[in-house]
Antibody, heavy 124, light 109 residues
């Protein structure tokens, strides 16, 4: 069974740091792009970041660029999100998701499997 | 930044057809995808590449693309279809960022 399990979410003060993890199982982890998506309570989905299979290509939303770092350990099948200089507006439920990204012109770019999420609260 | 706009809510009676629109300037050039999210649950992919259904998704879910607007259609709506629905696509700039729509709450009344 394909499964993604996030962990690491907690209460952190503004300006602080946190590292989220996402343990993957049931598929060949290194063959897939992986994403982080967040959702504020009662609000919509917001894409955060993605990383390719070998970890060499990363992309970030403007709102987190320079503060968050996505990475992966393919030997252990784990995806990470290092979150630095956290702000109040980073408070959200963070999902990891398995994705596809290929093509030119009309891109194939979507996610097909999601974890249940881990909650990050930034507050003093 | 690129935006995908959806109506905030759609109400439909059981057995009727629900249509959810998503508008964006780059949609003529990029595929659209649709996700269903029920309260307290993770999203589920229901349509990919404009109109293809993943395995396990009922045939009553379908998608279409008409230029700058894409549409998710739920035919013969059932009570279990009550959920939030999000479109998703990419912009057409060099950054090719991953963008979600604003979301639509479907209420079965």
């Amino acid at each position: 069974e394909v499964q993604l399990v996030e962990s690491g979410g907690t209460l952190v003060q503004p300006g602080g740091s946190l590292r989220l993890s996402c343990a993957a199982s049931g598929f060949i982890f290194s063959s897939y792009w992986m994403h982080w998506v967040r959702q504020t309570p009662g609000k919509g989905l917001v894409w955060v970041s993605r990383i390719n299979g070998d970890g060499r290509s990363t992309t970030y939303a403007d709102s987190v660029k320079g503060r968050f770092t996505i990475s992966r350990d393919n030997a252990k099948n784990i995806l990470f999100l290092q979150m630095d200089t956290l702000r109040l507006e980073d408070t959200a439920l963070y999902f990891c998701a398995r994705g596809y990204y290929y093509g030119s012109g009309r891109l194939i770019s979507y996610v097909d499997v999601w974890g249940k999420g881990t909650t990050v609260t930034v507050s003093s | 930044s690129y935006e995908l706009t959806q109506p905030p809510s759609v109400s439909v009676s059981p057995g009727q057809t629900a249509r959810i629109t998503c508008s964006g300037d780059a949609l003529p050039k990029q595929y659209a995808y649709w996700y269903q999210q029920k309260p307290g649950q993770a999203p589920v992919l229901v349509i990919y590449k404009d109109n293809e259904r993943p395995s396990g998704i009922p045939e009553r879910f379908s998608g279409s693309n008409s230029g700058t607007t894409v549409t998710l259609t739920i035919s013969g709506v059932q009570a279990e279809d009550e959920a939030d629905y999000y479109c998703q696509s990419a912009d057409s700039s060099g950054s090719s960022l991953f963008v979600f729509g604003t979301g639509t709450t479907v209420t079965v009344v």
